[in-house]
């Protein structure tokens, strides 16, 4: 299938477009490089062998995007472009607004204009907010409590009236809970810039000495050791998600969602210890006050992926530090700097 990736140079990005290149897709990237990377890009067709193309644009500029896919004309699309830090959602909520849900408008009629009726979403677990229940499944009530999550909500509402419009047309929205871990080369991997969102590339950056210290945002949780609990997830199996939704919009139509995690959950406290072993030393720790926002537990139901996509998470706790370990030891200055080549 000729499918084109938007944010195909980002974290989740790069390692579904290996598995698309392995399972014979055909490939065209759009990114505007603010979070991904042309050297990630470089790895990619180092590590598939595989041809691809590679366009510089912005999702919000209608015409370039438009020109891009009357070029390509790809059978399906998988929309990764987008803002994903709550944190910075709050202080830039009218960046958030303009780029997921304005940016994932441009990129419909985009695909209108190129006759393109196929859309896998990048979504999020965030979506549901506090828990009424554990685990999470796909019928959980929706209470996002940030802009980021809203933004997410927006396109999601967006994608189902667009699919219910036309004829033949499909809207995959995947819900993923906490993508972690790199490709077993350790050629790509995870590269935020500035300081880390998430846990992972955070513990990495301890563990290279990037940073003093894995701060933990409270331990008086109604958990099992006091931190919060979370349902990583590898990234590739993530992105075998990705491929998996990709099949199965070409056999469906309308809006379907699907949680995608592995149904367990780690603690912080049991990430670090985790990620300690990997490296071989207790990396340093420092407890502080809870941050604004946080549930003390998300967990996800995945059986409705596992019937209908036929996928199912395969990689564990030891895959998902070790291959975090092989990528940050290798490349300490991710992508940037003379490590990087």
């Known amino acids: 299938m000729r499918v084109l990736v938007t944010g195909g140079a980002g974290y989740i990005g790069t390692h579904t477009v290996v598995e698309l290149l392995g399972q014979g897709h055909k490939v065209a990237i759009v990114d505007n490089f603010a979070n991904g990377s042309p050297v990630a890009l470089d790895r ?3 590590l598939t062998n595989g041809a691809m193309q590679v366009h510089e644009a912005d999702i919000r500029d209608t015409p370039t995007i438009t020109r891009i896919g009357q070029d390509f004309r790809p059978e399906a699309v998988i929309h990764f472009a987008g803002l994903k830090a709550v944190g910075e959602s709050v202080e830039k909520p009218v960046d958030y ?10 990129l419909l009629r985009a695909m209108e204009a190129c006759g393109c009726g196929r859309i896998i979403f990048s979504s999020t677990a965030t979506v549901y907010g506090e828990p009424d229940y554990l685990p999470y499944d796909e019928a959980h009530p ?16 967006m994608l189902g009236d667009w699919s219910a419009a036309g ?10 809970f906490n993508p972690v871990g790199a490709h077993p080369s350790g050629r790509i991997g995870e590269d935020p810039q500035g300081v880390p969102n998430n846990l992972m590339p955070f513990l990495a950056q301890v563990a290279t000495g990037a940073r003093d210290r894995l701060r933990i945002f409270g331990e008086d949780y109604d958990t099992r050791d006091g931190t919060g609990i979370r349902d990583y ?18 056999t469906t139509s ?6 995608i995690g592995t149904g367990r959950g780690y603690s912080v406290r049991e990430m670090h210890a985790a990620f300690s072993r990997a490296v071989g030393r207790d990396l340093p720790v420092e407890v502080v006050a809870r941050r604004s926002g946080d549930v003390a537990e998300m967990s996800a139901d995945c059986s409705l992926a596992e019937a209908r ?20 030891s290798a490349n300490p200055h991710g992508y940037r700097g003379s490590d990087a080549d």
Do not use: C, F
């Not at 998600?241 to 099949?247: E, G, M, S």
């Not at 998470?313 to 998902?320: E, I, K, Q, S």
């Open 233 to 250: 997830i590898h990234v590739v199996d993530l992105a075998r998600a990705h491929v998996a939704a990709v099949d199965r919009a070409g």
């Open 142 to 157: 929706i209470r996002p409590i940030s802009p980021y999550a809203r933004s997410k909500v927006m396109v999601e509402q």
């Open 309 to 328: 996509l036929g996928w199912s998470a395969r990689l564990g706790l030891d895959d998902m530090v070790e291959s975090v370990w092989n990528w940050q």
């Open 44 to 46: 990619v067709r180092e």
């Open 254 to 259: 309308g809006a379907e969602t699907y949680n």
């Open 167 to 176: 004829a033949g047309r499909a809207a995959l929205i995947l819900r993923y």
């Open 97 to 106: 607004y303009d780029v997921n849900v304005a940016g994932t408008l441009s």
